[in-house]
T-cell receptor, first 114, second 110 residues
């Protein structure tokens, strides 16, 4: 079991460029999440999905888009990158939705927008 | 608005002592409270979960308490070791997605 796999690990983008952060899990979890973590700050929820074809906004969704075509994959799309999107991005998955079970996190993607 | 507070200052303790980390919350009625460990450059790793109707949970050297009257959770690591040095995050859920605190860094010196 690989758990939650994120790619790439590091990326530098220029302002206005676009990119997709990949996330895959092999635990057959219906629930998947994207968080961003800024220095000294807690994890902020960007988007989440409760199953293939169903996504919803979290606390900080502006500037991002997601899709969920399969149970395994939950990519995060950045359109027109801005310096404010410089952050570490974590993908996570869980068996249940409500915090009743643990969340499994990927290793993170460190993104710098210059 | 909902707020989760963890001590922003690092906690420095001597090896062998008990580390106690605090998580306070306001404007929140969580059904579940979780604690995670995060090492530099890595994703958070789950440690313990406690439900609103539970007062205490233990796992090896770890103990979590949950006081819904005080709106506080305490996280204890007994017989601490340098390998316990990390940032510890608390996370709350009120029948929805998890909300995380900013975390407290623990430094255990030999």
């Amino acid at each position: 079991n690989a758990g939650v796999t994120q790619t790439p690990k590091f990326r530098i983008l220029k302002i206005g460029q676009s990119m997709t952060l990949q996330c895959a899990q092999d635990m057959n979890h219906n629930y998947m999440y994207w968080y961003r973590q800024d220095p000294g700050m807690g994890l902020k929820l960007i988007y989440y999905s409760v199953g293939a074809g169903i996504t919803d906004k979290g606390e900080v969704p502006n500037g991002y888009n997601v899709s969920r075509s399969t149970t395994e994959d939950f990519p995060l799309r950045l359109e027109l990158a801005a310096p404010s999107q410089t952050s570490v991005y974590f993908c996570a998955s869980s068996l249940t939705f409500t915090g009743e079970t643990e969340a499994f996190f990927g290793q993170g993607t460190r993104l710098t927008v210059v | 608005s909902q707020k989760i507070e963890q001590n922003s200052e690092a906690l420095n303790i001597q090896e062998g002592k008990t580390a106690t980390l605090t998580c306070n919350y306001t404007n929140y009625s969580p059904a579940y409270l979780q604690w995670y460990r995060q090492d530099p450059g890595r994703g958070p790793v789950f440690l313990l979960l406690i439900r609103e109707n539970e007062k205490e949970k233990r796992k090896e050297r770890l103990k979590v308490t949950f006081d819904t009257t005080l709106k506080q959770s305490l996280f204890h690591i007994t017989a601490s070791q340098p390998a316990d040095s990390a940032t510890y995050l608390c996370a709350l859920s009120g029948y929805s997605t998890l909300t995380f605190g900013k975390g407290t860094m623990l430094l255990v010196s030999p």
